[in-house]
């Protein structure tokens, strides 16, 4: 097996993905790149399964962020309990997008992605580790949970890919202020949902 490729923001996690796609005739399935970014990669796993939510041509199928949550769930629940290499069922690892999808939310993602990078920096990292990254664990288990209601709810859904993805950004770039953000919006996405389920 290859070995995994090290993810310091979100256009090296879209490198991986786009070589994955441009290694591929037909379909790249979620086995595919775990198998690229590592199944001990708790920061880069989230912000996949965060980027996947917020992509307005994948997220917004319905069913998209229920399986999402429940992958997001599961890696939460296994960092918590101490375990460092994440396990899937095989109907997760065999869930699969064309490799054409992939290539056009990479392109559309690109220029957003650069802006965000250069923000990306080493600071307030005592938030990022220890029990900063079991609260962020704690934390992404809870909005993961949420995520089937999510659906019912216009752009909440969205919403909670944007907290995954500042999760995961603030641990591979070890950057507390991405926390804090991720944090507000946790907030601001609860606020959505108790609106939207009166």
Same mark, same amino acid.
């Given at each position: 097996?290859?070995?995994?490729?090290?993810?310091?923001?979100?256009?090296?996690?879209?490198?991986?993905?786009?070589?994955?796609?441009?290694? !591929?005739? !037909?379909? #790249?399935? $979620?086995?595919?790149?775990?198998?690229?970014?590592?199944?001990?990669?708790?920061?880069? /796993?989230?912000? /996949?399964?965060?980027?996947?939510?917020?992509?307005? @041509?994948?997220?917004?199928?319905?069913?998209?962020?229920?399986?999402?949550?429940?992958?997001?769930?599961?890696?939460?629940? %296994?960092?918590?309990?101490?375990?460092?290499?994440? *396990? $899937?069922?095989?109907?997760?690892?065999?869930?699969?997008?064309?490799?054409? &999808?992939? %290539?056009?939310?990479?392109?559309?993602?690109?220029?957003? =992605? &650069?802006? #965000?990078?250069?923000?990306?920096?080493?600071?307030?990292? *005592?938030? #990022?580790?220890?029990?900063?990254?079991?609260?962020?664990?704690?934390? !992404?288990?809870?909005?993961?949970?949420?995520?089937?209601?999510?659906?019912? #709810?216009? $752009?909440?859904?969205?919403?909670?890919?944007?907290? @995954?993805? =500042?999760?995961?950004?603030?641990?591979?770039?070890?950057?507390?202020? $991405?926390?804090?953000?991720?944090?507000?919006?946790?907030?601001?996405?609860?606020?959505?949902?108790?609106?939207?389920? &009166?």
């Amino acid at each position: 097996m290859a070995k995994a490729k090290e993810i310091h923001d979100i256009n090296g996690m879209l490198d991986v993905i786009e070589e994955k796609a441009n290694d !591929s005739t !037909s379909e #790249v399935t $979620f086995e595919d790149v775990l198998e690229a970014i590592g199944e001990r990669a708790f920061g880069p /796993l989230l912000l /996949l399964l965060g980027l996947i939510v917020v992509a307005p @041509l994948v997220g917004d199928i319905p069913g998209v962020p229920t399986i999402i949550g429940l992958m997001v769930l599961l890696i939460c629940g %296994q960092l918590l309990i101490g375990r460092r290499q994440f *396990w $899937f069922p095989g109907w997760i690892r065999t869930r699969s997008i064309t490799a054409t &999808r992939i %290539q056009k939310i990479v392109k559309k993602t690109r220029t957003p =992605a &650069r802006w #965000v990078d250069r923000l990306l920096r080493p600071r307030l990292q *005592w938030l #990022v580790s220890g029990p900063g990254l079991q609260v962020i664990a704690g934390l !992404s288990g809870a909005v993961a949970l949420a995520m089937p209601l999510m659906e019912v #709810v216009p $752009f909440s859904a969205n919403l909670a890919g944007a907290i @995954l993805t =500042a999760f995961g950004l603030a641990l591979i770039g070890r950057d507390g202020v $991405f926390a804090i953000v991720a944090h507000l919006l946790v907030l601001v996405t609860v606020g959505i949902l108790i609106v939207g389920l &009166r």
